[in-house]
């Protein structure tokens, strides 16, 4: 079972147009991050949310975390070729000693 | 190029075997994390060390075990090897020690058990 869902799987989309993918939980995270993992490489770190309800930018990309910090979701506006990739939502459980969980990632392909 | 360096690149060996990964860790880092990232199980978190010692154990198998060296390299030996172990498999550095700590990853070692 996983800890983290995320939807949707697959996602394939002209440029230019906006999407948003979520991951989502029943248990509470203390922070969850955003990661971008292309072909071949490391996942590479986009952004860390902690507190509830936050909403953070990053140029054409908007992550927000959850009120009860179960869930986020990331939009993107206007998507380029360039953000063809796997995203990867991952966090840090509250009550699971030390752990770090990260969901099976979105796959996104943007079409010029 | 994120900083951290992961040797071999590759490697292909039996079941029952055993072998050992090498990480280092950007200049200045003293966490090192390991992960496991496999199709089926996507990316898992195995261990973290920080300066030298263990700090955090995420869902590594017993067969699985890992050290950081005063230096402050890591290295992670997986023995008994099945063919369920193959996977890709990454090193993260980080300059502070909290599992939500900006870590910055190296490109991996695939490794294939036959």
């Known amino acids: 079972t996983q800890l983290l869902e995320q939807s949707p799987q697959f996602l394939s989309i002209q440029e230019g147009e906006n999407l948003t993918v979520y991951c989502n939980s029943s248990?509470?995270?203390?922070?969850l991050q955003w990661y971008r993992q292309e072909p071949g490489e490391g996942p590479v770190l986009l952004v860390t949310v902690v507190t509830g309800g936050e909403v953070k930018k990053l140029k054409r990309l908007t992550f927000q975390f959850g009120d009860a910090r179960k869930d986020s979701s990331l939009h993107i506006t206007a998507a380029q070729p360039g953000d063809t990739g796997l995203y990867l939502c991952a966090g840090e459980l509250v009550n699971y000693g030390q752990n770090f969980v990260f969901g099976p990632g979105t796959r996104l392909s943007v079409l010029p | 190029d994120s900083g951290v360096t992961q040797t071999p690149k590759h490697l292909i060996t039996a079941t029952g075997q055993r072998v050992t990964l090498r990480c280092s860790p950007r200049s200045g880092d003293l966490s090192v994390y390991w992960y496991q990232q496999s199709l089926d199980q996507g990316l898992q978190f195995l261990i973290q060390?920080?300066?030298?010692?263990?700090?955090a154990k995420g869902n590594i198998l017993e067969r699985f075990s890992a050290q950081q060296f005063p230096d402050l390299h890591s290295e992670l030996n997986l023995s008994s090897l099945e063919l369920g172990d193959s996977a890709l498999y990454f090193c993260?550095?980080?300059?502070?020690?909290?599992?939500?700590?900006?870590?910055?990853f190296g490109q991996g070692t695939r490794l294939t058990v036959v």
């Open positions: 993260a550095s980080s300059v502070g020690g909290r599992l939500n700590t900006e870590a910055f």
């Open positions: 060390y920080y300066n030298g010692e263990e700090r």
């Open positions: 248990s509470v995270f203390s922070s």
